[in-house]
């Protein structure tokens, strides 16, 4: 008889309780059903398919979009004992033999293996007649039209469901609002699976939004008080990409560059580098990070401004996988929209534009946000958050808020007298009664509204009409170059019969210096880092990355705790019994001698 998913979830794995909602959704896979998991990065998705691939009789199939994943999840898989393998276009003949071997013996309890590789007709045949215990289709959102990262082989995998009918499929993503879930289900055919939304927060990460101004300066001081903590940084572009993280090594960072035009050899280099702990900043496009494992990453940097929250939450979500306190920061410039409204504008399919530029639309809106980013951020997704979260810019460092109805008014009365026409700048210009060759060519120096706004900078305008944007007054017509117009709701606020309170700017020197402050650990910070030391020597004699010999917030847990023998040891979280065979007692000898 097997051992009960509690007993496994323990001796295995070293966690000593289920986080909600994972003791369901095994429960549900182990009993024959089907489920559709949606969980935030680094909430546990897979003890939800790895956990019942241990409990049943046969071999659990993951299908992963990336070979960089399927490594790390199988590395740690096999330093808990667990017997996995992964079956892709990396392997050499060899090996890719010795796996097929090892899966028709029944050897394996789980099979990590590309889509395109398990579509194939020789691979569908091969596992007809073999023991399927599951099918797991992780990072599921690729199977979506609607996905910010929807991948064609992906969307083929709804055959499963009609070649076996029996097995038992779960399919697992963080990132996916309603929309791209009912496209995920129909796809897969996976319409009576029982639905798991364990919601999207992520409370560890503490988000912020820096006004771009000398970007590489801004980067630097968020790096300075870091030490050796690792992190990535996103730019848009691979000639950015490089720039930055040129200056970075020259300034003394251990960074290095990663994007798509980079040889094979040097992309692998640098991820390799960068799991081992070798590497401390990777510079990197969105080609970097989709299948990266890494727990110990402690904050992410756009250095541009992502195209979607999509993008944006699964970008920052690689940050504090671990569960330890992690920093998403972003510069914020008008500039970058601009930039990825040109590229989208480039796209021949205008409905996939209309999405993209929707999706940009809303991305911009979380930058301006004047309230709680997290509340912004769920939102999106349609998760509510009843209060504001106190780990964020706009909580830490609330703005001043000041009676702003006239000056609403007066740019709202712009923007109509204008024929909403004319984009911000020229309604600022109208405003402020700027007298260039455009405003008496048009006629709008005649205008009432011309210069009834010079007690307003620029800056200060921009800043208004920004928010009267974000709170619905205003819309953008993204189709006709960002002309400005107004909504239904500007009347009651035009007619007088409302009043209206805006934030003022905030002070970007106490946001930029309350976003670079240190945390003070709850530990032992001194064996923290000799504990950390040992792991990295374990790591590479075992050569795989330190994290997959034990988390960063297990190391933690033992620098705060300081067990004096293997069974104070094994009521850490993260030390499970072969790790404790194999591990325990060398992490015990640098304790005592700490002590």
């Given at each position: ?49 790895q956990l019942p691939a241990l409990c049943l009789p046969g071999t659990a199939l993951v299908v992963s979009p ?115 879930r009912g496209d995920i289900l129909t796809r897969l055919g996976l319409a009576d699976a029982t639905c798991y ?109 992502p195209k979607s929250i999509e993008s944006y939450y699964q970008e920052t979500g690689r940050a504090g996988r ?274």
């Amino acid at each position: 008889m097997p051992a009960s998913p509690i007993k496994i979830l323990n001796e295995v794995f070293g966690f000593k309780s289920f986080r909600p909602p994972q003791q369901e959704i095994v429960e549900k896979v182990i009993s024959g059903g089907d489920a559709f998991v949606l969980m935030p990065t680094g909430g546990g998705k897979s003890i939800c398919f790895q956990l019942p691939a241990l409990c049943l009789p046969g071999t659990a199939l993951v299908v992963s979009p990336l070979i960089s994943l399927m490594k790390d999840q199988v590395d740690a898989l096999r330093e808990n004992g667990i017997s996995a393998a992964c079956y892709n276009s990396s392997l050499g003949e060899a090996e890719a033999r010795r796996v097929l071997a090892e899966l028709h013996a029944g050897s394996l309890k789980l099979l990590y293996v590309a889509p395109e590789r398990l579509l194939s007709d020789g691979f569908l045949e091969r596992i007809k007649s073999l023991p399927i215990s599951l099918f797991a289709i992780d990072e599921a959102h690729c199977v979506s039209q609607w996905g910010h990262d929807f991948r064609p082989e992906y969307a083929q995998l709804g055959m499963l469901r009609e070649l076996f009918p029996q097995v038992p499929m779960i399919a697992l993503t963080a990132t996916a609002d309603s929309q791209t879930r009912g496209d995920i289900l129909t796809r897969l055919g996976l319409a009576d699976a029982t639905c798991y939304l364990a919601g999207f927060d992520r409370p560890n990460i503490r988000y912020s939004v820096v006004e771009k101004n000398k970007p590489f300066q801004q980067l630097t001081g968020f790096l300075a008080n870091r030490g050796e903590e690792a992190g990535i940084v996103y730019a848009l572009s691979r000639k950015r990409v490089e720039e930055v993280a040129n200056k970075l090594a020259a300034a003394g960072v251990k960074a290095a560059a990663y994007h798509a035009g980079l040889p094979d050899k040097e992309r692998h280099r640098v991820q390799e580098d960068f799991l081992k702990d070798d590497l401390k900043v990777v510079v990197a496009t969105v080609a970097f990070g989709m299948g990266i494992d890494k727990s110990n990453v402690r904050f992410v940097v756009h250095y541009d401004m992502p195209k979607s929250i999509e993008s944006y939450y699964q970008e920052t979500g690689r940050a504090g996988r671990d569960g330890l306190p992690a920093d998403a920061l972003l510069l914020f410039g008008y500039g970058d929209i601009a930039i990825s409204r040109g590229l989208i504008g480039t796209g021949g399919n205008a409905e996939q534009n209309r999405i993209e530029l929707h999706k940009l639309n809303c991305m911009t809106g979380f930058a301006e946000a004047q309230t709680c980013r997290r509340r912004v951020l769920l939102g999106y997704f349609g998760d509510r958050l009843e209060k504001d979260c106190g780990n964020c810019d706009i909580c830490e460092s609330p703005p001043e808020r000041f009676d702003a109805t006239d000056l609403a008014r007066k740019a709202l009365s712009c923007v109509y007298r204008v024929g909403q026409r004319f984009g911000m700048g020229h309604v600022i210009d109208v405003l402020r009664g700027s007298q260039n060759q455009r405003m008496l060519e048009l006629k709008h120096d005649q205008l009432s509204t011309f210069g009834i706004g010079k007690e307003l900078s620029q800056e200060g305008w921009g800043n208004l009409l920004r928010q009267l944007i974000h709170l619905g007054y205003l819309e953008q017509d993204l189709a006709s170059f960002s002309v400005l117009k107004l909504t239904e709701r500007a009347r009651p606020l035009l007619r007088g019969e409302e009043r209206l309170e805006l934030a003022r700017p905030r002070d970007k020197r106490v946001v930029e210096k309350k976003s670079a402050a240190a945390k003070k650990p709850t530990y032992d910070g001194g064996l923290f880092q000799e504990l950390r030391a040992l792991r990295k020597s374990i790591a590479d004699e075992q050569q795989v990355p330190p994290f997959v010999v034990f988390a960063d917030a297990t190391l933690a847990e033992m620098a705060a705790q300081m067990p004096k023998d293997k069974w104070e040891l094994l009521k850490i979280t993260g030390v499970g019994q072969h790790k404790l065979a194999r591990y325990g007692d060398a992490f015990l000898r640098v304790i005592k001698a700490h002590q």
